[in-house]
């Protein structure tokens, strides 16, 4: 079984900026997409980035395009996605993925591994 511990969640200003961690435990793949996902209160848990562990690719989401970065770093197994120029509506728990042999961009139906969830607040 996989563990994924996200971190970095907190409260943070519009416009300002956050940097999520994702350490991921236990087995290990070779071919391991990872990724994040966020889900605002009464709202389907939507897709944000991805990165393939392998070829290096990336895919966002169009809300989140051009203001987050997702990166890796495979010796430590961890993901990492920061977080620019936030907005209110980037408001969500924000929950950590894991999947195998899926290309990207990822759904969540195709989710292996999930994380607990960190909290993002935007506001003034």
């Known amino acids: 079984q996989v563990q994924l511990v996200e971190s970095g969640g907190g409260l943070v200003q519009p416009g300002g900026s956050l940097r999520l961690s994702c350490a991921a435990s236990?087995?290990?793949?070779?071919?391991?997409?990872m990724g994040w996902f966020r889900q605002a209160p009464g709202k389907e848990r939507e897709f944000a980035a991805a990165i393939s562990w392998g070829g290096g690719t990336t895919s966002y989401a169009d809300p989140v395009k051009g203001r987050f970065t997702i990166s890796r770093d495979n010796a430590k197994s961890t993901v990492y996605l920061q977080m620019n120029s936030l907005k209110p509506e980037d408001t969500a728990v924000y929950y950590c993925?894991?999947?195998?042999?899926?290309?990207?961009?990822?759904?969540?139906?195709?989710?292996?591994?999930w994380g607990q969830g960190t909290q993002v607040t935007v506001s003034s």
């Open positions: 236990g087995r290990t793949f070779s071919s391991v997409a």
């Open positions: 993925a894991a999947a195998i042999g899926v290309q990207l961009p990822l759904s969540a139906g195709r989710v292996a591994y």
